[in-house]
């Protein structure tokens, strides 16, 4: 074997005829198994991660966040909401800020404040227009270097599944050869094996 581990299940015996690629005997696959099921569950959090940050970079480019968006994940479940009420609090900044300017500007021409007073109110409308682009545009540039770091994490998770489902081929162990099974070491179910261990030997049918 290619591995150390212990014995499952053996379906041979000494003298015994096998056939090229029949199972002789598998071993114990828990700790692999264990981190197949750990790497699935990070494969399934990170595609709904990528699903929300889909939604949520989408909004964004439309600048449309009239509808509720279905995202999957807690993290940005989380992000979302706090996003949507900075974004609620400044436009209520702003409505605030321009009804003020407006007042500013309709007394303006009738000379009853002054041009500095005007400019004033002016400047703290577009402070706050500029603070809510702001707010997304930071947003959205956070969740687009996110997203690619995702991508990448995807891919890693990808490839680590590739890998532990090769290694799990390496737990089965099967005939090279049809021939006879000779020299079978004292083996059965819960006996330890180390890899590269010779287990026994198939005697090539002649």
């Not at 199972?23 to 595609?47: C, G, H, M, R, W």
């Not at 996003?83 to 209520?92: G, I, N, S, W, Y």
């Not at 041009?115 to 500029?130: G, I, W």
Request: glycine share 6%; net charge neutral.
């Amino acid at each position: 074997p290619l591995i150390a581990g212990r014995i499952d299940s053996l379906f041979i015996k000494e003298n015994m005829h096998v056939k090229a690629g029949q199972v002789l005997l598998t071993i114990k696959k828990e700790n692999i198994e264990s981190q197949d099921a750990l790497n699935q569950f990070q494969q399934t959090d990170v595609k709904d991660q990528l699903h929300d940050l889909g939604l949520l970079i989408n909004a964004y480019r439309r600048n449309d966040w009239s509808k509720k968006l279905p995202l999957k994940s807690g993290v940005y479940g989380q992000q979302y909401s706090f996003f949507m009420q900075r974004v609620t609090e400044a436009k209520a900044r702003y409505q605030l800020a321009y009804k003020n300017y407006e007042r500013y500007a309709y007394l303006f021409k009738r000379k009853a404040v002054s041009a500095l007073e005007y400019d004033e109110m002016k400047l703290r409308k577009d402070n706050v227009f500029n603070e809510l682009s702001l707010i997304g545009e930071e947003q959205g540039n956070k969740w687009q270097t996110e997203l690619n770091q995702l991508n990448i994490q995807n891919q890693q998770l990808d490839t680590r599944d590739r890998q532990y489902e090769e290694e799990k081929e390496f737990y089965t162990i099967k005939a090279p050869l049809t021939g006879t099974v000779q020299q079978l070491k004292g083996i059965q179910p819960g006996s330890s094996i180390s890899a590269n261990e010779i287990l026994g030997e198939i005697s090539q049918d002649s």
